[in-house]
């Protein structure tokens, strides 16, 4: 009579018990990465979104287009005093979409360090390169030391002459 072994349906209950506690993790850990990997690219479309924004409004008010030019280092501009009475010339009015696109950046976007979101809006112009203006986005992305950035440029067309 063969020898009976005990015990051996517990042990093959313990290791599919394993291998599907080792399944469950490796599925939880990949779910954990997808919503990582989607939050980076929510926010870097969002940040796309802004920059393309802002292109527009220099395009549309291409009369002070030097004026939306911007160090993310400084304190964003000042409202103008023509905001409450709706009355802005084109410098003011780009100081005054400027400063909120500035304030959007900043509600819309992960804090950069020490400091919120923030942009640098460059304003190139090359002697034999049509002149053009470099936005910037920086933002800080959760588990990050460095932050992130999206860049775009924007060729301008050139000023009618008056």
């Known amino acids: 009579m063969p020898a009976r072994c005990e015990g051996f349906g517990l042990l093959e209950a313990?290791?599919?018990?394993?291998l599907t506690a080792f399944a469950s993790l490796s599925v939880a850990?990949?779910?954990?990465?997808?919503?990582?990997?989607?939050?980076?690219a929510?926010?870097?479309?969002?940040?796309?979104l802004l920059a393309d924004?802002?292109?527009?409004?220099?395009?549309?008010?291409?009369?002070?287009?030097?004026?939306?030019?911007?160090?993310?280092?400084?304190?964003?501009?000042?409202?103008?005093?023509?905001?409450?009475?709706?009355?802005?010339?084109?410098?003011d009015l780009a100081t005054l979409q400027l400063g909120d696109w500035l304030q959007r950046i900043a509600h819309e976007l992960p804090a950069e360090g020490d400091g919120p979101a923030t942009a640098d809006i460059s304003y190139?112009?090359?002697?034999?390169?049509?002149?053009?203006?470099?936005?910037e986005v920086v933002w800080g992305e959760p588990g990050q030391e460095a932050p992130e950035s999206l860049s775009s440029e924007l060729l301008l067309p050139p000023l009618p002459v008056s």
Do not use: K, W
């Open 14 to 18: 313990l290791v599919a018990l394993a």
């Open 29 to 40: 850990l990949l779910l954990q990465n997808a919503l990582h990997a989607q939050g980076v």
């Open 42 to 48: 929510e926010r870097r479309e969002r940040a796309l």
């Open 53 to 91: 924004e802002m292109a527009g409004l220099i395009r549309a008010n291409a009369a002070a287009r030097a004026r939306y030019a911007f160090d993310g280092s400084q304190a964003a501009p000042a409202q103008p005093g023509c905001a409450a009475t709706a009355t802005c010339d084109a410098n």
């Open 124 to 135: 190139l112009a090359a002697p034999s390169a049509p002149e053009s203006m470099r936005i």
